[in-house]
């Protein structure tokens, strides 16, 4: 009775043992239906060992019921890791495409036809163009001077203000930077808690602990939204995390990394000189070694799989400096023989350009990695460009300047005199007044020099543009209007001693729009004027908007589909949970009611044989 009748109890009791573990489980699934990150529980059974009857050659097994193999979660971990992947990639262009459209509101609208809006960038240089056609016909017009300086000043007050969003919008962006720093941390200290609490479940390898196995693979998936993330499964239920090539998680510890001060980093200063302008821009970089987390020398791409994460997706956007027109290299002029009749004078010039254009390529491989790539820091340096060009193309015309032999042979730039106007009116009638000034720096120093020609005189020396002197530079950050000109334009230097207008200046001034001057890229060879200038590189800027959406919605959909094929694996389907749950109460009932009849035959048996 013992090996027969009791055990057949026994079948009947794990039986329902069994099936109360299911309905437990089909609960918890309907429970966590809505619950972001859950993934569904399934019950495995398998027989219990059997019992053996009988010796030698004459063994029998008799089943004694069923038990719970596990309660494994179902995922697909190869949907999980191309998921993770392609949610990388496209939460980097979504954090570009985003900087795109945020700065592209600074310049007001993009399409350049019937604007009327005064704050739109375009509109205000066609009407500074509008004011100097004006002032060309009328120069001596104490109106449209009047007219020509206040649009003047306009001008440079809209290029100041999109300057200083542009810096803002920099700021924010590192504010943003140092919060997903932040984040990192924390996602990581959370995953090895969880590596923790996973591991002194599992170790009796009686249960799975499937709830903090989903709680840590949400947390995986917010971290591989931020960077590039691989994940190594360890045999002990535990993993390890490492992030763009590092570890951040291992077995009971984490790797911290931390925002630090672009200019704090003497690497940084000493390979790439971020230190102008840039002392609050924060990087990422690794707590223990103060290595970076990005190889900033590598530009991100699809090609070598580096375009992933939101956070390079900010740093790519903002740049590590605030930029201006020298950080674009400016290609030298090549001397062409037949324009000299001096042949050691042609060599002379191409052994100077020789050295130039070799530091023309140095900088414009500077460009190109350090430059062009970052979102903000190349509009910022376009747009200066346009604005210096701008400036100081007015500021010549109205001061020319010439070049002097001194007496030791030297050169230097003074203020051409004869070729420059003057004011109109009596106790205006001197050159030299330019109309853009450097805030802390004249244009001119008077000195007494002595030329080549043995002659003493006192000039008007040109203070050149230094570029590694910020206040030296006719840069947007450093320029006003000349408030002489603003209070009184009569003061603007178009006229001749004859009280005539100096029409030829004023020309020169108009003609101006017309000269091609730059390229929008150091990489493009098609020269612009102003107007076409600031259209290619709105443009430009355009295209990057453009290409960067394109990728984030391509992105989008491969998520989606992605994450459909996870949850058609991982997902929680009520109904088939319902169903279970009918199968798993009828096999409960079943099992209750083979134990009564059991039971019942036992008694039978008992009383039986009792008599």
């Known amino acids: 009775m013992s090996a027969g009748t009791m055990g057949r109890l026994s079948i009947g009791v794990t039986a329902l043992q069994t099936n109360q573990y299911a309905l437990n489980t089909t609960a918890h699934n309907l429970t966590n239906t809505q619950t972001d990150g859950y993934s569904r529980q399934q019950v495995m059974l398998t027989d219990r060992e059997y019992n053996k009857l009988g010796k030698d ?106 300057r200083s969003s542009l810096i803002e919008y920099q700021r924010n962006l590192n504010y943003e930077i140092e919060n997903q720093i932040n984040r990192i941390n924390e996602i990581a200290k959370t995953i090895r808690e969880l590596n923790e609490h996973v591991l002194a479940t599992e170790a009796a390898k009686i249960e799975n602990a499937n709830d903090y196995r989903d709680a840590r693979n949400v947390a995986l998936d917010e971290l591989c939204s931020l960077v590039d993330t691989e994940i190594i499964n360890n045999a002990d239920g535990t993993i390890e995390v490492y992030i763009e090539g590092r570890c951040l998680v291992t077995r009971g510890k984490t790797y911290d990394v931390e925002a630090v001060k672009v200019a704090n980093n003497q690497t940084y200063q000493d390979k790439y ?211 002489d000109l603003a209070q009184e334009p009569s003061l603007l230097p178009l006229s001749r001693n004859s009280g005539e207008e100096a029409q030829d200046v004023a020309d020169k001034l108009l003609a101006l729009w017309d000269k091609k001057f730059a390229t929008v890229s150091p990489n493009s060879l098609v020269e612009c ?45 009520s109904d088939e949970e319902l169903s279970n749950l009918v199968k798993y109460q009828h096999a409960y009932n079943a099992a209750s009611r083979y134990i009564t009849t059991v039971a019942e035959m036992i008694e039978h048996l008992i009383n039986t044989l009792g008599r």
């Open 57 to 162: 050659y004459n063994v029998q097994k008799a089943g004694i019921g069923v038990t719970t193999a596990e309660i494994r979660q179902v995922r697909d971990s190869f949907a999980d890791i191309a998921y993770r992947g392609e949610t990388g990639r496209m939460n980097y262009y979504k954090a570009e495409y985003e900087a795109v459209t945020e700065i592209e509101n600074y310049f007001g609208k993009m399409d350049v036809v019937n604007q009327n809006d005064s704050n739109d960038f375009n509109t205000v240089l066609n009407d500074f163009w509008t004011s100097m056609q004006e002032l060309q016909k009328e120069s001596n017009s104490i109106v449209t001077r009047s007219s020509f300086i206040a649009t003047a000043q306009h001008f440079l007050d809209r290029s100041k203000e999109i």
């Open 529 to 573: 004027n102003f107007k076409d200038y600031f259209a290619g590189t709105i443009d430009e800027l355009s295209d990057r908007g453009y290409t960067y959406n394109s990728m984030a919605e391509t992105q989008q959909q491969t998520v989606n589909d992605l994450d459909n094929l996870r949850q058609q694996v991982a997902g929680v389907s």
């Open 273 to 483: 000189g971020f230190t102008s302008d840039s002392t609050d821009f924060l990087m990422p970089v690794w707590k223990d070694d103060q290595h970076a987390l990005f190889n900033i020398d590598v530009v991100p791409n699809a090609n070598n799989d580096t375009d992933i994460g939101s956070l390079k997706g900010l740093m790519m956007s903002r740049g590590y400096f605030v930029s201006d027109y020298t950080d674009v290299p400016q290609k030298p002029d090549k001397p062409l023989e037949e324009d000299y009749t001096d042949p050691a004078e042609y060599q002379a010039d191409m052994a100077q350009y020789e050295i130039d254009h070799k530091q023309y390529l140095q900088d414009l491989d500077y460009f190109n990695k350090y430059v062009e790539p970052y979102t903000i820091t190349n509009l910022m340096a376009q747009f200066d460009v346009l604005i210096n060009a701008m400036a100081t193309g007015m500021n010549d015309v109205l001061c020319p300047n010439k070049e002097v032999t001194l007496s030791d042979g030297t050169t230097v730039k003074v203020l051409d005199e004869e070729a420059a106007g003057i004011g109109m009116g009596d106790g205006n009638e001197y050159a030299g007044t330019e109309l853009f000034v450097r805030i802390n720096q004249p244009r001119y120093t008077e000195q007494t020099l002595t030329l080549a020609d043995g002659t003493t005189g006192t000039f008007k020396v040109y203070n050149e543009e230094d570029p590694n002197s910020f206040y030296s530079l006719y840069t947007i950050g450093n320029m006003d209007i000349n408030m």
